[in-house]
C-alpha cells in the first residue's frame, strides 16, 4: 500500500512539475501516518511548480528568475534569497538608510515595572505560550500557499482580536487588520496608540515588533510542518508580549505608535515582510525600529540558553542597543552570530527600504546544519529536545523592555 501510495505521489509531483526536472524528495517520508497523503495532495494542489518567480539570492550579484520548483531547491541548499517578484525594484532602488539613536536611561524604571511583572507570573506566562503554540502547530502546515496557511494566520488575527477585546480603553487606541498578499495566508497588523494625543496618527514614530506566521518542510515540502521553533514560537512570544502590555494598561507617548507584525509567506522569500515594508517606505510612514523574533524556544545542549544577535543585515546601534538591554533586563547572555547569506528573516526588508532593524533568535547559526536539525522538518514541535518555554520568556522580557525604553517621547 505505501509503496502504491508513493508511486501515486511522485506521479502527482511529476505532473505538476510539467516537463521540470524534479530535484525534490517526493518520495513519502518514512514516519508518516498513510491517512496524511491527502493532505500532501491538497497542498501539492496549491502550487504551480513552473511558475516563474523573480529572486535576489544571497551572495549573488543579480537577481534571477527561476520556477517555484527551483525555489524549493534553493531551500534544500540551505541557499536563502528574497522574492522581488512584485518588487522589482526592491534589491535596487536608493535608499538612505534612517539613523538610530539609544535613548537614555529615563525610562529603565517603567520598563522593569513591566518585565518584573512577567518574572512574577512566569508560570502564568508559560501556560499562555504553551497553550497559543498548541493551537499553530496543530495546524498540518502553516505554509504560506495552503488553505492550512490561511487558517493559521485567520486563527491569529481572531485570537489577538479577543486579546484587545478583552482590555477596552479610554487612553489607547487597538487597531487590527489582514494585510492581504497574492497568495492565501494573510499578515496581521496590530496598531496601539495614544488615543489623546494632539499628535495625528499617520505623524507618529511606529515601533515594530515581528515574528513569522508561516512553516515550511524543506525536504518534503508537501507534507507535516509544525514549526513550533521557526516560527510559532516568536509567533507566541510576540502575543505574549502584547499581552503583557495589554494586561499593565500600556499607553505608548503620544508620538509613538507601537505595532505587531505576523508576516505570511517568510519561507517563500520574506515575500509578506517585503510587501508591508515596501508598502511602509512607499507611504513615507515613520519607523523608528523593527525587532524580529524568529525561532526563540530552543536550548542547544553545547551552546546552553543564549539570545543570538547578528551583525550583519541590521542596524549597528540598535543592536548595541538591543545587546545592552539583554544584560540588564534578562538572565542570559548574548552572543554574536552571523548567517553568510545563508540564512535570514523579516527584518532583512525593513534593513533594505532604510528602517532600523535587528532579528534575535535561540541559537548560534552553524552551517551546514548538525543532521540532528529539526528546524523545517516534521520533528519541529514541542517534543523536541531543548524545547523550552522559559527561555522564550527571556525573549518576552527582551521585547517589553525594547518597547518601553524606545516608546519615549523624546531623547
Not at 495566508?185 to 515594530?208: C, P, Y
Not at 540564512?343 to 540532528?372: A, E, Q, R
Not at 523550552?388 to 524606545?406: C, D, Q, R
Request: glycine share 6%; aromatic share 10%.
Amino acid at each position: 500500500m505505501r509503496r502504491f501510495l508513493s508511486a501515486v505521489f511522485i506521479a502527482a509531483t511529476l505532473s505538476r512539475a510539467g516537463d521540470l526536472q524534479v530535484p525534490l524528495e517526493v518520495s513519502l517520508p518514512p514516519e508518516l501516518d498513510l491517512y496524511e497523503i491527502p493532505k500532501a495532495a491538497i497542498a501539492l494542489a496549491t502550487y504551480d511548480l513552473s511558475e516563474q518567480r523573480l529572486v535576489q539570492v544571497f551572495g549573488e550579484q543579480h537577481p534571477r528568475l527561476v520556477s517555484e520548483n527551483e525555489k524549493l531547491q534553493l531551500h534544500q541548499e540551505f541557499r536563502r534569497f528574497l522574492d522581488i517578484t512584485e518588487h522589482r525594484d526592491f534589491t535596487t532602488r536608493a535608499v538612505v538608510p534612517k539613523s538610530f539613536q539609544a535613548p537614555n536611561d529615563a525610562s529603565s524604571a517603567r520598563a522593569s515595572i513591566f518585565v518584573d511583572a512577567v518574572r512574577d507570573d512566569l508560570d502564568g506566562v508559560v501556560e499562555n505560550m504553551k497553550t497559543d503554540l498548541t493551537q499553530l502547530t496543530a495546524f498540518w502546515t502553516r505554509s504560506y500557499k495552503s488553505i492550512w496557511g490561511l487558517q493559521s494566520s485567520n486563527w491569529v488575527f481572531e485570537h489577538v482580536s479577543k486579546l484587545l477585546r478583552a482590555h477596552p480603553s479610554n487612553e489607547v487606541v487597538y487597531s487590527i487588520r489582514k494585510f492581504s498578499h497574492n497568495f492565501p495566508q494573510n499578515s496581521v497588523i496590530v496598531r496601539i496608540e495614544s488615543a489623546t494625543s494632539m499628535i495625528t496618527s499617520s505623524a507618529r514614530e511606529i515601533l515594530i515588533l515581528g515574528s513569522h506566521l508561516d512553516s515550511l518542510n524543506y525536504k518534503y515540502p508537501f507534507f507535516r510542518a509544525p514549526g513550533a521553533d521557526d516560527d510559532g514560537s516568536g509567533t507566541v512570544v510576540t502575543i505574549q508580549i502584547l499581552r503583557s502590555l495589554l494586561e499593565q494598561s500600556f499607553v505608548p507617548p503620544g508620538n509613538i505608535a507601537v505595532e505587531f507584525h505576523w508576516y505570511a509567506g517568510e519561507e517563500g522569500g520574506l515575500l509578506g515582510s517585503i510587501d508591508v515594508a515596501s508598502s511602509y517606505y512607499d507611504k513615507k510612514m515613520p519607523v523608528k525600529a523593527m525587532l524580529q523574533m524568529d525561532e526563540v524556544m530552543v536550548v542547544l545542549e553545547d551552546s546552553g540558553p543564549l539570545i543570538a544577535l547578528f551583525d550583519e543585515d541590521s542596524n549597528a546601534n540598535l543592536n548595541a542597543f538591543g545587546a545592552s538591554l539583554v544584560e540588564k533586563y534578562t538572565t542570559v547572555p548574548y552572543k554574536w552570530t552571523r548567517c553568510d547569506g545563508k540564512c535570514g528573516s523579516d527584518h532583512i526588508p525593513w534593513n533594505k527600504t532604510g528602517y532600523p532593524s535587528m532579528p534575535v533568535s535561540d541559537k548560534l547559526i552553524v552551517f551546514p546544519p548538525s543532521p540532528d536539525e529539526t528546524i523545517h522538518t516534521v520533528h519541529d514541535t514541542m517534543d523536541q529536545r531543548g524545547f523550552n518555554f522559559t527561555h522564550g520568556v527571556e525573549f518576552v522580557k527582551l521585547g517589553l523592555a525594547w518597547v518601553i525604553e524606545l516608546a519615549v517621547t523624546e531623547f
